[in-house]
């Protein structure tokens, strides 16, 4: 399904709100949650494939890492999530344009936390 499809679907039903034609919405409903139920499949689909986890050793500390993929106002984006269970620390790094960067962000800032709080030197 297109974005042109969904961007026509919507600006019609837009046009059928503003206009109070509120008999053709029933017919219109339909297609705003097919095309709405096909969007979120998508998404998710994305956000699935996207996304990487792993862990990494240092100075004898298994931290983890999580990366996700998504939508937020109209890019798509990275997250990234590190921790580690035995200091119970965990951070969360935003708005990266690769999984790379959100990879590399979030341990790095998981690895000042844990120096700061004294886990690693």
């Not at 297109?2 to 339909?30: H, I, M, P, Y």
């Not at 998404?43 to 999580?66: C, F, M, N, P, W």
């Not at 890019?75 to 959100?102: L, P, R």
Request: aromatic share 10%.
């Amino acid at each position: 399904m297109s974005l042109s499809f969904t961007l026509a679907v919507l600006s019609s039903l837009l046009c059928l709100l503003n206009s109070g034609r509120s008999e053709d919405l029933g017919k219109l409903g339909d297609k705003v949650r097919k095309t709405l139920h096909t969007l979120e499949q998508v998404k998710q689909a994305i956000y699935t494939a996207t996304g990487d986890s792993g862990s990494v050793v240092l100075q004898g500390r298994r931290l983890h890492y999580e990366v996700k993929g998504g939508f937020y106002k109209w890019e798509y984006q990275y997250t990234g999530k590190a921790w580690d269970e035995q200091a119970q620390i965990s951070v969360k790094s935003k708005g990266w344009e690769s999984s790379d960067g959100a990879r590399e962000h979030a341990l790095e800032d998981l690895v000042a936390e844990l120096r700061k709080k004294g886990f690693l030197k």
